[in-house]
């Protein structure tokens, strides 16, 4: 099956600080979409990326659909405490009927 | 609204029993799925369906089968479990675009945890 490279693995950082994580993978990829996973909880989207080159904001969190459709990555600005969670990429091939493929997830832990 | 709901929240079951975890949304949603959720290894896969009466697998479909009957449910059957099948189930739906994929903003239900002893 398809892979898609999530990285960093974790991430443990202090609050008010800034972090990216991105995701790659060697198809081309015609949807990108980062969820966020609380504990003993369903993944909720987070951003959906439609078309390459597309930069998109919700908050404090930026993420950006690569030019080669390849890759993706996204930012959190001024973490806070409840940005702690798992944060997970997918895409969906546009030769793919029905199917989204996630990557492994980045474990996010902000200290106070 | 529910969204997607599943039932059991937890299920202890000895090798060889058999059992379903129940989807059901009420969105309304065409397209359904389930994924098995294991530590360090993501979301991964087991079977999909973009409507009423079409299935197919996803990525570890082995050991389990899926039948779409209705618009709402999307049961989940594990016919003989395995220790290996010792995971955190996720049924999720979504829309589906005019070509019958899911536009990518799956709705996840809050999981079944289930334990093969």
């Known amino acids: 099956g398809q892979q898609l490279n999530q990285s960093p693995q974790s991430m443990f950082i202090q609050e008010g600080e800034d972090v990216s994580m991105n995701c790659t993978s060697s198809?081309?990829?015609?949807?990108w979409l980062w969820y966020k996973q609380d504990p003993g909880e369903g993944p909720v989207l987070l951003i959906a990326?439609?078309?390459?080159?597309e930069l998109t904001s919700n908050g404090r969190l930026t993420a950006q659909f690569g030019i080669t459709r390849k890759d993706s990555f996204l930012n959190i600005s001024a973490s806070i405490p409840s940005d702690v969670g798992i944060y997970f990429c997918?895409?969906?091939?546009?030769?793919?009927?029905?199917?989204?493929?996630f990557g492994r997830g980045t474990q996010l832990t902000v200290w106070p | 609204n529910a969204g997607v709901t599943q039932t059991p929240k937890f299920q202890v079951l000895k090798t060889g029993q058999s059992m379903t975890l129940q989807c059901a949304q009420d969105?309304?949603?065409?397209?359904m799925s389930w994924y098995r959720q294991d530590p360090g290894m993501g979301l991964r896969l087991i079977h999909y369906?973009?409507?009423?009466?079409?299935?197919d697998q996803g990525e570890v479909p082995n050991g389990y089968n899926v039948s779409r009957s209705t618009t709402e449910d999307f049961p989940l059957r594990l016919l003989s479990a395995a220790p290996s099948q010792t995971s955190v189930y996720f049924c999720?739906?979504?829309?589906?675009?005019?070509?019958?994929?899911?536009?990518?903003?799956?709705?996840f239900g809050e999981g079944s945890r289930l334990t093969v002893l």
């Open positions: 999720a739906s979504s829309y589906s675009s005019a070509s019958l994929r899911p536009t990518g903003e799956l709705f």
């Open positions: 198809s081309i990829f015609n949807t």
């Open positions: 990326l439609y078309k390459a080159g």
């Open positions: 997918a895409g969906q091939l546009s030769s793919t009927l029905g199917r989204l493929y």
């Open positions: 969105m309304n949603h065409e397209y």
């Open positions: 369906s973009v409507g009423a009466g079409i299935t």
